[in-house]
């Protein structure tokens, strides 16, 4: 993110640089150092570009002692440093960009996915091996230090307390972040490798948790009290590397990395893989094919299901257990955010905890190569939508089959308090027996976020069977879900939504008025009762809906019943005209 600069400033800095790099944007500001994205014009390659401003003679050395010490290391997960100079009176450093976001802006989202975290234990621990055998002891990582790559990997930037340049720190200058410092090294001494062992342990402890461990070793909560589903592994292993006592921690990061690969293994998820894909690439003719490579041994590509505002479904073969399901492969560009991709992964983990006869069931998430996708059941059978489409209005009989067990999925996820947030035609699956599966459970949220509808889509680019309260961005709750419900309902008995428009204003407009079809009217066969019930369930005053699924199903199987025991009556009066004759 830009940040202001004052414009001599930005222009001392540009003359003092120019011709052979070029300032793009600055990205963080302090007292005496600015921090640049620039452009290397001879290598022609985006870079970090540090620089310290006039200041005293001893925040020069430090600066370029620092500059010295990342100078000396070459490893993946530390920022590479390769020129450094003083020029205009104007210190600088040059450094590899990396495109990402810090630590702590990750974890601001919550805790991070296990297989994120492996994978930055692994990168840390290995970047802490590199740096102790070229005589480099870190002493301090913070998480707004710690970049992760749109990759999921993790790289250490800021060495400016490290033990080279011990000497050349100001007097009064002290390491902020004193939770991820070895008591040793908050005691001010130098520190050993064990000290960067501890804070290996803390970022760790933090990454997983969500939690800054405390200053005070008899106050620590282990990991799995905060988060059961923590391996036991990662627990015994950050925990040990927190001893408040040096010896009793590991002695190296290779064997803290080695105790740790004994048990979690060298394998990398490859849903942490996720990288930049060119346009042409990501959208262009060139997609499935990098699609294909990308699910390499583990699906086979059969044949496009169907697409949409989020991405394609496909038909493929799980090439392991040797059985067709649906993988559902987001569009490259909802991937290129990390919030994104961190809320998708957790909407998604909700959705899988699902168990129910009308909910189609989430198997995996994975990702390669750019792409990110998961599996689910395959269902033999069209959308409503589609359905509709192609037939016309549907029989009352199926309709109530459809809200019956619609209501019945909606039920069982509002009990375990995930909303689906975009029940519409499309997302209403009929097996080739008429039964109901919805799909895509809560990842309106997870990939359309605070945004445009609150997640509700449709084909047409208008959300017509989204309620008044998402269009307006307020609070949704299960109440959202029984509007759309309602809508689709009357969709299915009338071939058009309740409140049509070309525009959201238009729909907002007819939703406030509180008139719907009539359904009656339209249809003789509905029975007047179930007209009222879906009316109720289309008001635009929330607390005027049917406040659960439960109590929604209720009004429907009264009103059926009503309906039947009229028409009874109907009938008998008509036998006894007959027979009178």
Known sequence: MAVPVPPQTLQRVETALAPRFRLDEPVATSAERLLFQGFDTLLKRNVSIRVNLDGSAGLRRWFLKEAEALGRLDHPAIRHVYEAGVNAGIAYRVGNWIEGESLAEAVQRGPRPIPAVHVLARDLLGALEHAHARGVIVRRIVPAGLLLTLSGR???????????????????????????????????????PTSDIYTAGAVLYYTVTGTTPPLDAAELIAPRKLRPIIPATLERVILRALEAEPRARYLTASEMLEDFTNTAGMFETASVSLTPLPGDIGEGPLWEARLRRALGDDYELLSLLGEGGFGRVYRVRDLHLERQVALKVLHPHLTQDAATVERFRREAQLAARLTHPNIVSIYDIAGRSG???????????PNLGQLVEADGRMPMDRVLRLLREALSALGHAHSLGLVHRDIKPENMLLEKDG?????????????????RFGGATSQSGTPQFASPEQLLGERVDQRTDLYSLAAVAVFALIGRPPFAGGTVEQILAKQTTDVVPDLVNERPDVPEGLGAVLARGLRNDVTARWASAGEFRSAIEEAVQKGLRRKGSELARLAAKILGS
């Open 154 to 192: 993790g790289c250490v930037t800021d060495l400016r307390f490290c033990n080279l340049t011990l000497p050349d720190i100001p007097d009064g200058e002290k390491p902020s972040g004193s939770a991820f410092l070895a008591p040793e090294v908050r005691d001010g001494r130098a520190g050993d």
């Open 371 to 381: 792409l990110l996708w998961y599996t689910m059941e395959i269902v033999d059978g």
């Open 435 to 451: 039964s109901l599966r919805i799909t895509d459970f809560g990842l309106a949220l997870a990939l359309r976020g605070a945004g």
